[in-house]
C-alpha cells in the first residue's frame, strides 16, 4: 500500500494523544541553551508541535499527511498559538535551507525509508541544523516485537499489513550520525496497543 495514504487513513481515525516522554525530554535539555527554533519532523498532528511552541519555541511542523496537519491546524487556531507554521512536507525530499533551525526533533518519523534514502536524509538534517544546533531522534529498534515480521524488503526493513518499518540499532544510529557528535544513544521501551514497543533514542550536536 502507498506509504502516504496510510498515513492518511490513520490520521483521520487518531485523535491528538498527550506529548510524549521524548519531548520533555528534550525540552529539559534545549531549555538548558540559546535555542529559538524547531523543527518537528513527521509531527502528525502535533502533540509535541504543540507542546513546543506552548513552551515559547518558534516551532516549524512537517509531515506529508494533510489529514494529520489539518487537525493541528485547528488546534493551533483554536488555541491561539501564534508560533507555530505548518507545513506539508515529504521526509525523504526535504526542501529547507541550510542552517534554518536551531533543534531539529524527530518521533518515530525517521524509520521508514531505505538505508540509502536514511543515510541522505541524516546528511541533509545536517545541513539543515545550524552550528551547535541540536538532533532528538528517536526510532523503533531491532528489539520491537514487530522486528522481522512481515516481508523483508531490506537487512531491518519489513512489510508488516501494508506498513513499512525500518528498525535501528545502536550501531545503526552511530553510522547514520557519523558527522554529528552523539551526546548520547539509549534504549527505551513502551507499551502501545497493548504489546511492547522497542525504541532507540539518540541525541546529537552539529
Ligand atoms: C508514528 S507517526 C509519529 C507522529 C508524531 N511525531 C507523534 O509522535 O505523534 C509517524 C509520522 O511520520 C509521517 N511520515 C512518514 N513518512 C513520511 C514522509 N516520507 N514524509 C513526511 N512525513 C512522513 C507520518 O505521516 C506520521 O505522521
Partial sequence: M??????????????????NGFASRAYKLIKQGKYNSLLDLGCGNGRDSLYFA???????????SESGL????QLAAQKKITNLKII???ISRLKFKPNSFDVI????????????ITQR???????????????FVKCKST??????????????????????????????????LAKFKIIKIRRSSAVY?????????????K
Fill in 121 to 135: 536524509i541524516f546528511d541533509q538534517l545536517y545541513k539543515v541544523l545550524k552550528k551547535d544546533g541540536l538532533l
Fill in 143 to 176: 528489539d520491537d516485537i514487530l522486528c522481522g515480521r512481515g516481508r523483508e524488503l531490506e537487512e531491518n526493513i519489513y512489510a508488516f499489513r501494508d506498513h513499512v518499518r525500518h528498525f535501528f540499532d545502536r550501531e545503526y544510529m552511530t553510522t547514520v
Fill in 2 to 19: 502507498d506509504q502516504k495514504k496510510l498515513w492518511e487513513t490513520k490520521w483521520d481515525k487518531k485523535s491528538l494523544l498527550p506529548r
Fill in 88 to 90: 506539508q512536507q515529504n
Fill in 54 to 64: 506552548r513552551q515559547g519555541l518558534q516551532v516549524t511542523a512537517a509531515d506529508w
Fill in 105 to 116: 526533533y524527530a518521533h518515530l518519523s525517521l524509520h521508514y525509508f531505505n538505508d540509502k
Fill in 70 to 73: 489539518s487537525q493541528l491546524r
Fill in 193 to 205: 496497543h497493548s504489546y511492547k514497543s522497542s525504541f532507540v533514542e539518540a541525541v546529537a550536536k
